[in-house]
């Protein structure tokens, strides 16, 4: 039993480049969330998913769009990276009934120049 | 803007001591709360969770939340050099139906030897 993991670990890229960050569940968990975390500060929800087929904004969704076709999948696409995107980004899941103890990635650090 | 908010330290506590941390939230509504632990460069690890008035103890950790006051903290009695991390105070909250969790920005410990 994994976890949550994300891929990759790091990642440099130019303004303007594309990225997808993955994020897999092996917990069976309905809900999924992507959270960006800059230096000094707390965690900013960018999106969520209640189950496969449904997502929505997060407080910081601009720059960002997200997918889930299936309930072990949650990847965070970045179009046109602009430097305000460097940051950390973990992603998380809980389970429905649970009352939102969430279960963080390891996190991919992500630069933007 | 439903808020939560704590107070960034550093707070410096001598091994042995109690370290006591402190948060406030905006949205009285709120259910249920959550401690998270971030050691630097790591993701958030969940360490307590509170959903009814009093305290909780799991080991050296003990809770409070008062709903009244709108406010929960963290006691960590016979504080360890290993304690010395972020402590990251989340509160849930429902968001047209979806729950969603909102963190502070932490508050930076320091166990001093």
């Not at chain 2, 908010?5 to 709360?33: H, K, M, W």
């Not at chain 2, 006051?69 to 849930?92: E, F, G, K, M």
Request: charged fraction near 20%; glycine fraction near 8%.
């Amino acid at each position: 039993n994994a976890g949550v993991t994300q891929t990759p670990k790091f990642r440099i890229l130019k303004i303007g480049q594309s990225m997808t960050l993955q994020c897999t569940q092996d917990m069976n968990h309905n809900y999924m969330y992507w959270y960006r975390q800059d230096p000094g500060m707390g965690l900013k929800l960018i999106y969520y998913s209640v189950g496969a087929g449904i997502t929505d904004k997060g407080e910081v969704p601009n720059g960002y769009n997200v997918s889930r076709s299936t309930t072990e999948d949650f990847p965070l696409r970045l179009e046109l990276a602009a430097p305000s995107q460097t940051s950390v980004y973990f992603c998380a899941s809980t389970a429905i009934g649970d009352p939102n103890e969430q279960y963080f990635g390891p996190g991919t650090r992500l630069t933007v120049t | 803007q439903k808020e939560v908010e704590q107070n960034s330290g550093p707070l410096s506590v001598p091994e042995g001591a109690i370290a006591s941390l402190n948060c406030t939230y905006s949205d009285r509504g709120s259910q249920s709360f959550f401690w998270y632990r971030q050691y630097s460069g790591k993701s958030p690890e969940l360490i307590m969770s509170i959903y009814s008035n009093g305290d909780k103890e799991d080991g050296r950790f003990t809770a409070q939340l008062n709903k009244a006051s709108q406010y929960v903290s963290l006691l960590i009695r016979d504080s360890q050099p290993s304690d010395s991390a972020t402590y990251l105070c989340a509160v849930n909250i429902l968001d047209f139906g979806n729950e969603k969790l909102t963190f502070g920005t932490g508050t930076r410990l320091t166990i001093i030897p």
